[in-house]
C-alpha cells in the first residue's frame, strides 16, 4: 500500500465530510446520510482490492 491510496481515502473522507456539513446546515439531513454511507461504501470497495493482494499475500508466504 503506498501513499497515494492514503491520500485518496484521505480526500474522500474530506469531501464527504464537506457535503454533509453542507447538506446539514441547509435542512437536508437524508441527503447527508445518503452522502456520508456512499463515502463509506466507496472507501470499503476500495478496501477490497488490498485486504484481497494481503490474502495472496499471505498465501505465497506460507505456500498455500
Known amino acids: 500500500m503506498d501513499i497515494s491510496f492514503l491520500l485518496k481515502i484521505v480526500g474522500i473522507g474530506m469531501s464527504v ?10 435542512g437536508r439531513d437524508e441527503q447527508a446520510s445518503m452522502v456520508s454511507v456512499a463515502g463509506i461504501l466507496v472507501v470499503f470497495l476500495m478496501l477490497l482490492g488490498e485486504i484481497g493482494a494481503l490474502f ?7 505456500g498455500l
Open 17 to 26: 465530510a464537506v457535503a454533509c456539513q453542507i447538506l446539514s446546515k441547509i
Open 56 to 62: 495472496d499475500s499471505i498465501r505465497e508466504v506460507f
